[in-house]
């Protein structure tokens, strides 16, 4: 668990240095909360047979579709901790190339065009890389893209709203799952929140306590985030770390 908390760590460090930076206008979703059969996802995303073929999903999804729904959203985010290539720890080459570009003050049209090149590039790795989607909203806007910046963030507010329809964050039982680490910290600066400290809860929680300064009267001290997951996913590659 050691190395595995280094790494979780590693990345809080990252993302909460650079704060909440919302490219458009992400829309303020609150879907009810309904806590996933997991298993029937397993079942459904793997099934040919199934409307909700994994394979079938994705491919509407990169086609540019916004006609998926919530459910189609809710299989196609859960759904990727079934296939085989799934890796909660990937890093795009090109994270460190864009947060530089993107934190600049101004951007010519070339920077913006590096923005978009690079966060495209990312997103063929990862394709649930909220922070990328952002960056590359940012730029297509910014470059009159207007189109294609509107799939992008139709895309991120369903999204977004996939990962808020598991539960709502107030304690362990109704913990939001997250299927990468990066998305604990994605949904804070999405509801403008910061975080102060992280801290794991047995059996496969996070926690994460809210700046009170960032905090309004509404939000609680902090949330719970399921990570069950990610730490399958660990211990399946690490054995020795159980």
Known sequence: ????????????????????????????????????????????????????????????????????NLEDYRHLYLGSVFQEDYNPY????????????????????AELDTIIDYAEQALLDDPFDLQQINFLIYALQNRGKVNRAKIWQFRLNHLLEAILSTGTGADAENAWIVIDPKHEYNILNFKNN?????????????????????????????????????????????????
């Open 1 to 68: 668990m050691t190395n595995l908390r280094k790494a979780i760590i590693a990345i809080i460090v990252v993302i909460t240095a650079l704060g909440a930076s919302a490219a458009g206008k992400t829309v303020a979703v609150k879907p009810t909360a309904v806590k996933p059969d997991m298993e029937k996802i397993k079942a459904e995303v793997l099934d040919p047979s199934s409307r909700y073929y994994y394979p079938k999903l994705m491919d509407t999804y990169e086609k540019n579709d916004t006609l998926m």
């Open 90 to 109: 990937r890093r795009s080459p090109f994270d460190s190339e864009i947060e530089q570009l993107y934190y600049k003050k101004n951007h010519t049209r």
């Open 194 to 242: 910061l975080a102060e400290e992280a801290s794991f809860v047995a059996p496969h929680y996070d926690y994460i306590k809210l700046r009170s300064d960032n905090a309004d009267d509404k939000s609680p001290e902090g949330y719970y985030f399921n990570i069950r997951y990610i730490l399958e996913e660990y211990y399946r590659k690490h054995p020795e770390e159980q």
